[in-house]
């Protein structure tokens, strides 16, 4: 746990519920592509998002952030250390109302070892995590696994509408949006093996929240079909 975060740029960011985006290269297209997907969704509900400050994915999350609400982005070296082709899109994230953060001093790096400790402060930030299929062993795989631990909502890319809504369920403020993705869980998806777990979540959504009159569909997997009151 780092003693101190040492921050450029707006740090009411910090007072907003975040998400966090743990991805990193080498990432194959279709995580690359579902990385974008969930984060131009987040993006576009008004939901920060926490993610790295290096080269690849990163930048592709940053463009798609800067759409919305403006992110927060981890570095890992100090803020004064940072490579100097990277310093635009950082000097962007600013203008546009976002933040950097670091757990190193200004003078600090870069070194290697350091960047298991920038992903967990990544991960940490984040009232949910997103995980793009990070190398195994990575700085990013770690972290999520942390998280997980920590009691974290983590969601790993592969199975979109499913992730997206226990994303949005794990938010305030975030029903109609959990409501929408676990139905097209379940109409959209049917054979995906989460259809039945998004009934359940739908049915308990609709006995927490009775006052949303949240409709239940009907799952249909060839000749049968389930309803979430049976």
Known sequence: ????????????????????????????????????????????????????????????????????????AVVGCGLGRMERSLRPAATALVRAGGLLLS??????????????????????????VCVGAPPADSSEDRAAAWAFEAGLPVAR?????????ELASSLPGRLDTAVRYYTKT???????????????????????FPEANIELPEFRFGRSAVTAAD
């Open 1 to 72: 746990r780092p003693v101190a975060l040492y921050a450029y740029g707006h740090v009411d960011r910090l007072e907003r519920p975040a998400v966090s985006i743990l991805a990193r290269a080498p990432i194959e297209a279709a995580p690359f592509e579902a990385v974008q997907a969930v984060a131009r969704r987040l993006a576009a509900a008004g939901t920060p998002l926490v993610m790295g400050m290096g080269h690849g994915v990163d930048v592709a999350v940053q463009k798609v952030a800067l759409a919305g609400a403006p992110p927060i």
């Open 103 to 128: 757990p190193f001093a200004m003078g600090h790096g870069p070194f290697d070892h350091d960047d298991r400790e920038r992903a967990l402060v990544q991960a940490a930030l984040g009232e949910a």
């Open 157 to 165: 890319v592969g199975e979109y509408y499913w992730q997206a809504g």
């Open 186 to 208: 379940v109409v959209e998806t049917p054979s995906s093996g989460r259809a039945y777990q998004a009934l359940d979540r739908l049915r308990d959504l609709a006995a927490e």
